[in-house]
């Protein structure tokens, strides 16, 4: 397996969806993930272009064909989107249509004559990674080190354009010489990716890495260190797949190998992953309900004056809560010693009661807060305070405190409980 062969394309994938992917995390970042799938098609009639012009056999000048056809449709895209009231992801489909479409006719022109056969035009289309030659190496090899090395110098402009195209204009950046870098290059690594995975499969190695890198960082830095890891990972992959099994093209396994990387990113990173936000929403419902319970039996002991004990049937209807799911809520409770069941019901223990009192002190300090700051009217803050009650933090309470001047009474004229009570 580890021939000559193997390893040119092996080093011309890795570099390939590398560069393409580091740069493609900021058109991510940026929303413009169909901008590099329209370029990606568009590139063709200038491929085409240059080989019926020029010299079909120089990597070069096909570069520089798709390079011009790139720059061409990404500019029309947001001719149409400034000039026109055509919105953009309609301004991306008319571009990627006609100009793929011109291209494809061009295409078939040349095919018929039999040169398109010779000079391997089709690998545009598909992609063939096995049909890199070492001319094409060195050629991609110095595109990646230009992208690559482009986006380290222009990191902070594209950082700042990226996320506040504004603030990066008020402080003096030069921002229309960035965005004209920055597409320069988006065009260069959709162009120096076609050779591995072709024209219709781009947008996989240029949008997915990122994708499945965001899933585990919000560094920026990391992001892109994950997106060509990732990228990388799958071109070896898909390359050792399609030098083990007969016949078998090296651009759809790099995608289907991205597609893999992404789903387990997007399942299972340990923070914005869909198992851990599922766990921590879950988490959160659980605490809801806890709360809220213990917000319950403490109203209930402040109406009356002491003690108050209830039973599950009784909480259920007040609360109108499932009785399967409160009554594992109570256990819960029980088992931490917040309550305690006696032969009436439940009960707050004396640690339930603090935690009961901390709730209903932020329940009614939030109704004071809407209604004092923000002009509510007092019999619609209800459902705002029960949603806020659970996520107010000590720092955000201390400050609501400061600013209403430590209040005893809320807006219906119930007592505002104090830790000292």
């Excluded at 080989?51 to 449709?73: E, K, Q, S, T, Y």
């Excluded at 050629?139 to 594209?158: M, R, Y």
């Amino acid at each position: 397996m580890f021939d000559p062969i193997f390893i040119k394309v092996l080093l011309g994938t890795l570099l390939l969806a590398a560069s393409s992917s580091v740069v493609g995390a900021f058109s991510f970042l940026k929303g413009e993930s169909l901008v590099g799938d329209a370029i990606a098609h568009a590139l063709l009639p200038g491929v085409v272009l240059a080989f019926i012009l020029g010299d079909g056999r120089n990597p070069l000048f096909l570069v520089f064909g798709a390079l011009v056809a790139g720059l061409i449709a990404h500019y029309g895209i947001s001719f149409l989107e400034q000039r026109t009231k055509l919105k953009g992801d309609t301004a991306i489909s008319l571009v990627l249509s006609t100009f793929f479409g011109f291209g494809i006719m061009l295409l078939s022109a040349v095919q018929r004559t039999g040169r398109g056969q010779q000079a391997g035009l089709e690998r545009f289309l598909l992609g063939k990674a096995a049909a890199i030659t070492l001319s094409d190496l060195y050629v991609f090899a110095a595109l990646a080190v230009v992208l690559l090395v482009s986006v380290a110098v222009f990191f902070k402009g594209f950082q700042l354009m990226t996320f506040n195209e504004d603030f990066a204009a008020a402080i003096g950046l030069p921002v229309q010489a960035i965005r004209f870098v920055f597409t320069i290059l988006t065009v260069l690594a959709v162009t120096v990716g076609i050779q591995s995975v072709g024209i219709v499969l781009m947008a996989a190695l240029l949008i997915t890495p990122a994708a499945a890198a965001r899933a585990w960082t919000s560094s920026l830095r990391l992001m892109l260190v994950l997106s060509a890891v990732f990228a990388a990972t799958a071109a070896l992959v898909g390359t050792v797949v399609s030098a083990s099994l007969p016949k078998m093209p090296t651009g759809p396994w790099i995608v289907l190998a991205l597609g893999g990387i992404a789903f387990i990113s997007l399942l299972f990173a340990p923070e914005k992953g869909w198992i851990a936000r599922r766990k921590r929403a879950k988490g959160n419902q659980l605490k809801t309900q806890r709360e809220n319970l213990l917000k319950l039996l403490y109203g209930a002991e402040e109406r009356e004056g002491e003690t108050v004990a209830m039973t599950s049937e009784t909480i259920v209807a007040m609360r109108r809560q499932h009785l399967d799911g409160l009554r594992k809520t109570l256990r819960s409770l029980k088992k931490e010693y917040l309550l305690v069941e006696r032969p009436d019901g439940f009960a707050l223990t004396d640690k339930g009661r603090t935690e009961g009192r901390r709730v209903v002190r932020l329940h009614r300090l939030w109704e004071l807060y809407l209604t004092e700051r923000l002009g509510m009217a007092a019999d619609h803050i209800h459902p705002q305070a029960e949603t806020m009650e659970h996520i107010i933090t000590p720092e955000i309470e201390a400050l609501i405190v400061k600013e209403l001047g430590n209040p005893e009474l809320d807006p219906h004229q119930s007592p505002i409980p104090y830790e000292e009570d």
